[in-house]
């Protein structure tokens, strides 16, 4: 793994500094405070036989001090100070993110309509079964995904990179994009046009339709100008369930893997362009944007 995959894997960052400073913890709880108060114990008993001795010698001895003395004994060293403090918080902070909810920032417009550029976004990591952190191991089945659904996953190409797409087609789908409409297991989905869509940043316009994805409706977009797809030349695991025909194609989806793609459907490299996500690659499901600082009526569902 490379130093700048380190660094980008903020799970595994957060695993290092939980076993460090827990370990820390554990060490100060079960030992060294002990022996700190071993050490305070025997200095107090010769604090107080020294006192006691100048008492007999009539001699008042100062009584002030026993305390401050323990108490400079009874202190934790910096680092174990600061590493016992920060380690439940960490720890805390771990457990959330690894096993609840994980918060993702929206970096591009390929899910656009549904999710802009800036939108932070929450993401269940439970619904597609708990899963060990780090590692991405599933180890209890809860729930698959389901058409529809806007899922974040590991890009199969370059797994320290995390990717959001919408769901198009589970295990064993026939899959074809013909003239920019989808077809699922010789379905034909129904749109319905809506008004243009203005990108505000641009200042242009994208044809708008609400597209009924089995029984999930969501919007998408058209670019007019842009071809229906772009030809395909990487080879990618399962390429030879697809077949493609100029700005054409068909994909069935092999056990175990999923066809992604992006509501912005003419500015997304998504499952067309890279092939299936496997299950090993899920991350969560994306369901509430809890905050877009440039935008506050963001905040909320986009279900």
Not at 35 to 62: C, F, S, T, V, W
Not at 200 to 208: A, F, N, P, V
């Amino acid at each position: 793994m490379s130093v700048q995959s380190i660094l980008g894997n903020f799970a595994l960052i957060l695993f290092v500094l939980t076993i460090v400073t827990g370990v820390i913890w554990f060490l100060d709880v079960f030992y060294l405070a002990k022996k700190r108060r071993a050490h305070a114990d025997a200095a107090l008993a010769e604090y107080d036989a020294r006192n006691a001795k100048l008492a007999a010698e009539g001699i008042k001895p100062d009584s002030n001090s026993r305390a401050a003395l323990e108490a400079g004994i009874l202190r934790q060293p910096t680092w174990i100070e600061y590493s016992g403090s920060f380690f439940p918080v960490i720890a805390l902070v771990f457990f959330l993110r690894s096993f609840l909810y994980e918060p993702f920032k929206i970096p591009s417009s390929s899910m656009v309509p549904t999710l802009l550029v800036g939108d932070l976004i929450l993401v269940n990591k439970y619904t597609y079964g708990v899963r060990l952190p780090v590692i991405n191991k599933k180890i209890i089945e809860v729930n698959d995904p389901k058409r529809g659904d806007v899922m974040v996953f590991k890009y199969p190409e370059d797994p320290s990179l995390d990717y959001i797409k919408r769901v198009v087609g589970v295990p064993g789908d026939k899959i074809v994009y013909k003239n920019k409409r989808l077809t699922i297991n010789d379905q034909a989905l129904s749109y319905e046009e809506l008004p243009d869509y203005l990108d505000e940043d641009r200042l242009t316009y994208s044809k708008q339709y609400k597209e009924n994805l089995n029984g999930v409706a969501h919007r998408i977009l058209n670019d007019e100008g842009a071809p229906a797809y772009a030809t395909n030349e990487r080879s990618f695991p399962g390429h030879e369930n697809c077949s493609f025909n100029g700005g054409d194609f068909s994909c069935t989806v092999p056990p175990g893997n999923y066809f992604m793609m992006g509501d912005n459907r003419d500015n997304s490299l998504d499952s067309r362009y890279w092939g299936f996500v496997p299950d090993q690659n899920i991350v969560g499901k994306a369901f509430f944007i809890w905050m877009n600082f440039s935008n506050l009526k963001r905040i909320g569902s986009f279900q």
